[in-house]
């Protein structure tokens, strides 16, 4: 038998389950201590699952917005004054170990509050990935300019 065999008809419509629940009573995850399971879900569902956990890009995202808004050349030009006038840093593409992790610090200190009463959603992965694409860009032109 096929997990997919699994999958019947709805209890709740006319039409075909979403999908099922595999659990495992016997072991529970490292981290907070829930417990393990897996969904198996049906073709017909697949897409609509993806836009719920992330697997579809979600065009104007609140993340994409938060970083639109709050993730500006302006802070990032802050930021990177900072590390070279404060810290002594040379102006080079490795300051990017050091420039994305403090606009997000920054971002999240300055703007948590604003953020929280906005937007609804926020995913820090894609926040992260999101603000080094801006910082490179900044940096680059910023080395550009001094050369």
Same mark, same amino acid.
């Given at each position: 038998?096929?997990?997919?065999?699994?999958?019947?008809?709805?209890?709740?419509?006319?039409?075909?389950?979403?999908?099922?629940?595999?659990?495992?009573?016997?072991?529970?995850?490292?981290?907070?201590?829930?417990?393990?399971?897996?969904?198996?879900?049906?073709?017909?569902?697949?897409?609509?699952?993806?836009?719920?956990?992330?697997?579809?890009?979600?065009?104007?995202?609140?993340?994409?917005?938060?970083?639109?808004?709050?993730?500006?050349?302006?802070?990032?030009?802050?930021?990177?004054?900072?590390?070279?006038?404060?810290?002594?840093?040379? $102006?080079?593409?490795?300051? @990017? +170990? #050091? &420039?994305?992790?403090?606009?997000?610090?920054?971002? /999240?200190? =300055? !703007? %948590?509050? *604003?953020?929280?009463?906005?937007?609804?959603? $926020?995913?820090?992965?894609? @926040? +992260? #990935? &999101?603000?080094?694409?801006?910082?490179?860009?900044? /940096?680059? =032109? !910023? %080395?550009? *300019?001094?050369?």
């Amino acid at each position: 038998m096929k997990i997919e065999d699994l999958i019947g008809k709805s209890k709740y419509y006319d039409g075909k389950m979403e999908g099922v629940v595999l659990k495992n009573y016997n072991r529970k995850a490292k981290l907070g201590n829930h417990q393990l399971y897996a969904k198996v879900v049906a073709d017909e569902f697949k897409e609509n699952n993806k836009a719920i956990f992330g697997g579809v890009r979600q065009k104007d995202s609140d993340t994409e917005k938060i970083i639109e808004e709050f993730c500006t050349p302006a802070r990032i030009k802050k930021s990177l004054t900072k590390l070279l006038n404060e810290q002594n840093k040379k $102006l080079e593409m490795g300051l @990017m +170990r #050091e &420039l994305p992790r403090n606009i997000m610090n920054d971002i /999240l200190e =300055e !703007e %948590i509050i *604003n953020v929280a009463s906005v937007y609804n959603w $926020l995913n820090f992965k894609q @926040m +992260r #990935e &999101l603000i080094v694409k801006k910082c490179v860009v900044v /940096l680059k =032109e !910023e %080395i550009e *300019n001094v050369n």
